[in-house]
């Protein structure tokens, strides 16, 4: 937190209008406890100023860009002490109004490498920016009732990237919740690729990486379904996360 709060911008948003923001990109702000919430709004607080925030050409970053950007990033460190640590390798946010038009030579798993042109809405870069379309991001935050949002699975690939693998497991606070961790998420994911979810979309079949950031998404959007489907799923996220959001 350190790193964040040095960078404070002096034309910080007022206390009243940082709320008023977050209600209108975190429909799920109103369900948390009275202290979930305060805390909520003083780690936005220091993201909305400390990150380094970037518009695609001819687009200019907004307050409410901004504001919905944080809230999520913060909502998924939450339960964490110290949690905006997880962050302080974000380079930049680079805000796109639209689909992103990705180039260059990357790796598509399996040993293969492509370089065509390629359409996403968010990427996440190991110690680097991550990118969004805002109007995906705008539209799936203001319909938690869609399952999808790329802001938390933009900033839940960082978390995952935190023990410098991305592999879609987070560092976890022991053995006993990695085999829980391990015993829950192979037999998930192995129900998406099988096409037997009924929770997951089937994105998340990709590969233990992308499971990861839907599931999480789905975690917070969509709770009580995934907690009704995918009981240990959501066990193993509820101890990891250190929230529990199916019983807010
Ligand atoms: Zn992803």
Request: hydrophobic fraction near 40%; charge should be negative; glycine fraction near 6%.
């Amino acid at each position: 937190m350190a790193l964040f709060s040095r960078s404070r911008r002096r034309d910080a948003l007022s206390p009243e209008v940082l709320t008023a923001l977050m209600r209108t990109w975190l429909p799920a702000m109103a369900r948390l406890q009275p202290d979930e919430r305060e805390r909520l709004v003083e780690l936005t607080d220091v993201l909305v100023a400390g990150l380094r925030w970037e518009a695609a050409n001819g687009f200019e970053v907004t307050d409410d860009m901004r504001v919905a950007v944080s809230a999520h990033a913060a909502l998924l460190v939450l339960g964490f002490d110290d949690g905006l640590d997880s962050y302080l390798s974000v380079t930049s946010v680079i805000i796109h109004p639209s689909t992103i038009e990705i180039h260059g030579t990357r790796s598509v798993g399996g040993g293969m490498l492509t370089d065509t042109a390629d359409s996403v809405i968010g990427e996440a870069h190991h110690r680097g920016p991550i990118l969004v379309s805002w109007d995906a991001a705008a539209s799936q935050a203001r319909n938690p009732q869609w399952g999808e949002n790329v802001l938390l699975h933009e900033f839940a690939h960082r978390l995952d990237m935190l023990d410098g693998v991305s592999d879609g497991t987070p560092p976890l606070a022991d053995a006993d919740q990695l085999r829980a961790w391990v015993g829950a998420c192979t037999p998930a994911l192995q129900r998406v690729r099988d096409g037997e979810s009924t929770v997951l979309r089937p994105y998340a079949a990709t590969n233990p990486t992308e499971f990861f950031a839907v599931a999480t998404e789905v975690f917070f959007t969509q709770a009580t379904r995934l907690r009704e489907h995918e009981p240990a799923l959501y066990r193993v996220l509820r101890d990891y996360y250190r929230q529990d959001p199916a019983g807010r």
